[in-house]
């Protein structure tokens, strides 16, 4: 029976392998999950362990926060010991941050074939710290799950088109999964009026403090509410912290965030995985970015790129356009099931 090396570090990488366990299970596959210790808050780690039932690391490498290249090395240096110990037959690693390319590249180097989850993905802005991870763990990976088409036309322009499957977003499954228990969950908010849901926690964004603190002094003057869990990058830049329509909270649950998405009337966020959530539930979204990776949100109707336009994001805010058309672009909630089947015949 072959054996699967999965690395986690960074939250989103946390959620989509919660999407991704109870398939790898049931495909009765034999894998060791190894946390890079990238993120190492319990907001943005443990916590959801617990609440997605994820099984608790085989290894954790303690990486923590340093420059892009201490990161990276560090869970490198980590990783290569752990391969050497356990000698899988595959590496796996999810979506973009560091803890992909440290494990793309120290798998490839230990001659283990490489497999990427949520491969093709492209914003085409190579100063997103982002891109270069996806483009260079795609270039080394031996098998590629595309979440969507355009995934997959994107590997082809860079001549990558053998062991490439468009298997869906493990986001959507899992959105679908918790999506019924949405209507079981109640939070009480401190106000009764409508409110718009906030994340921010990009490079490109939290580089220049005053962006943040405009952005939020801007927003407050609008005197419309704002649920605002605050990632703890963005969080250290804050000038201040009580408002009295903005509503600071820490990292919350993924339910919650779910619960917030559907129950505001629209979204701001840089996030990768907020933005899709908002499309998931058919709710408009301000991008605050440039570009976006997840460009069917945008031609589909239900996203707006604003960058760090704050006039711009005010605009929108107050006078939300009607929505788009959705479409199951994303797949069909049933990424996690196709890459346990294919990764089971391997
Ligand atoms: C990382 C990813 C980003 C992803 C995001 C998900 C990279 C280059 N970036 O960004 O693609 O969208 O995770 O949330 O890999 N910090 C804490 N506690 C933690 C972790 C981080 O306080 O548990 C603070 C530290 O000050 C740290 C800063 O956040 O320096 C940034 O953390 P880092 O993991 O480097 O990048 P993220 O912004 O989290
Ligand atoms: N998320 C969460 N709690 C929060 C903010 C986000 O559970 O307070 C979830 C969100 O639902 C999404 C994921 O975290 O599934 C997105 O992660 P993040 O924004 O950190 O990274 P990105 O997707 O941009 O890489």
Redesign the pocket.
């Known amino acids: 029976m072959k054996k699967f090396l999965f690395l986690v570090g960074?939250?989103?990488?946390i959620?989509k392998f919660a999407a991704l366990q109870p398939h790898l299970k049931y495909a009765d596959l034999s894998f060791i999950l190894v946390h890079s210790g990238q993120?190492y808050d319990p907001?943005?780690s443990e916590n959801?362990f617990h609440e997605l039932d994820i099984k608790s690391p085989d290894y954790n490498l303690d990486a923590g926060s340093s420059s892009h290249a201490q990161q990276t090395a560090s869970i490198m240096v980590s990783l290569e010991k752990v391969v050497e110990n356990v000698k899988p037959d595959y590496g796996v690693v999810f979506?973009?941050?560091n803890t992909t390319l440290a494990g793309a590249l120290v798998f490839s180097k230990m001659g283990i074939p490489l497999v990427h989850i949520e491969a093709g993905l492209r914003s085409f802005n190579r100063k997103m710290p982002?891109e270069i991870n996806r483009i260079v763990t795609d270039r080394l990976s031996h098998i590629l799950f595309a979440p969507s088409e355009r995934a997959r036309e994107n590997l082809s322009k860079e001549g990558i088109n053998q062991n490439v499957y468009v298997t869906g977003d493990l986001?959507y499954d899992?959105?679908r999964l918790m999506e019924k228990h949405l209507n079981e969950t109640h939070i009480e908010l401190p106000f009764t009026d409508r409110f718009a849901f906030l994340?921010l926690?990009?490079e490109e964004n939290t580089k220049n403090p005053d962006f943040v603190n405009t952005l939020l002094y801007e927003l407050e003057k609008t005197n419309t509410h704002v649920i605002f869990?605050?990632?703890p990058r963005t969080y250290s830049l804050l000038k201040n912290r009580e408002f009295k329509y903005i509503h600071i909270?820490?990292?919350?649950?993924?339910?919650?965030?779910?619960w917030y998405?559907k129950n505001s009337f629209i979204v701001i966020?840089?996030?990768?995985?907020?933005?899709?959530?908002a499309f998931y539930l058919k709710k408009p979204v301000i991008i605050a970015r440039s570009e976006t990776e997840w460009i069917e949100i945008v031609e589909l109707g239900y996203g707006k790129l604003v960058g760090k336009d704050i006039n711009k994001t005010i605009e929108l805010m107050q006078n939300p356009w009607s929505k788009g058309t959705f479409q199951e672009v994303y797949g069909d909630g049933k990424a996690g099931e196709k890459i346990a089947s294919i990764l089971s015949k391997l």
């Open positions: 960074a939250r989103p990488q959620i993120h907001e943005l959801f979506g973009d941050t982002e986001h899992l959105f994340t926690h990009r869990p605050c990632h909270l820490p990292p919350v649950s993924y339910i919650k965030t779910l998405i966020t840089d996030s990768g995985g907020v933005q899709k959530e």
